[in-house]
């Protein structure tokens, strides 16, 4: 399966569970991308030692069935830029991986 992600807040519960979810589905053999959207690019400044949201990135983008692409005008807004693991991507971007999806998931 292919497994769409869209995280646009920055709550640390929230991130963090959507990340596991991400993590679970990669050890079912799916196809996981995660398009950080909104406050959701924001998502590295709410990790805690209660939700490592650190941790649960990074054994994602071990996988090489995930992606992650934030929104550069999301990015851009807040002045803040992509990175190697988060690259800055675009609505095009937002829009293939919906449309290549089998499931969407909003968080």
Do not use: H
């Amino acid at each position: 399966m292919k497994l769409a992600i869209i995280l646009s807040t920055n709550d640390a519960e929230t991130s963090w569970n959507a990340f596991r979810l991400a993590n679970l589905a990669l050890s079912k053999s799916d196809t996981v991308s995660v398009f950080l959207l909104g406050e959701g690019v924001e998502y590295g400044q709410a990790n805690s030692s209660r939700f490592n949201i650190k941790e649960q990135v990074e054994k994602f983008l071990q996988s090489e069935n995930s992606q992650i692409i934030v929104c550069g005008t999301c990015l851009a807004i807040r002045k803040q830029g992509s990175t190697k693991e988060c690259p800055e991507g675009s609505i095009e971007d937002w829009y293939r991986i919906v449309s290549e999806s089998d499931k969407i998931l909003t968080f």
